[in-house]
């Protein structure tokens, strides 16, 4: 979605498949896609930076200022906990298992913004939801933030 964004700027077309290697977002789970460890390298390769764990959590103010400076931000996050809004059934048991990927695209008032791959566009959800997921995220730790520093050609990110 990012990289569609920057893309879009730029006036370029864009492939979904050819980044994902013929999947689509959308209606499956890309293979592959979350290996730990291997996906940062992946971003970067694609464009991405990494926003490095902070020492302290994050708050609201700072997240409006990464969207600011940044644009859209790509939040790699564990599914547990994770509100994904009321169309798809608001936040997930502390148990749930799996990692997924949104694009953060802003906070307005105590509601945070982001687009799901599952087409899901301007989800709301508390600010404070979202905190925490970013702070639960790079605690275990895992990479959780990038943002595009570049728009490169279209590239599949899997190969």
């Not at 893309?7 to 689509?24: E, I, K, R, S, V």
């Not at 390769?45 to 409006?64: D, E, T, W, Y």
């Not at 906070?107 to 979202?130: C, E, Q, R, Y």
């Amino acid at each position: 979605m990012i990289q569609k964004y920057w893309q879009h700027t730029a006036g370029h077309a864009f492939n979904t498949p050819l980044l994902t290697g013929g999947f689509d977002p959308v209606n499956s789970c890309i293979a592959a896609a979350s290996v730990q460890g291997l996906y940062t390298q992946r971003l970067e390769r694609a464009g991405f930076a990494l926003i490095r764990k902070p020492s302290q959590p994050l708050n609201k103010p700072r997240v409006q200022t990464l969207l600011l400076q940044r644009g859209p931000l790509l939040f790699n996050h564990f599914v547990a906990n994770f509100n994904y809004g009321t169309l798809r059934g608001g936040k997930r048991p502390a148990n749930a298992s799996g990692i997924h990927a949104v694009v953060i695209t802003g906070i307005v008032g105590d509601n945070a913004l982001f687009n799901n791959p599952w087409g899901d566009k301007n989800v709301a959800i508390p600010v404070s939801d979202l905190l925490a997921s970013i702070d639960q995220s790079y605690s275990h730790p895992y990479n959780a933030l990038f943002y595009a520093v570049a728009s490169p050609e279209p590239q599949n990110i899997l190969g």
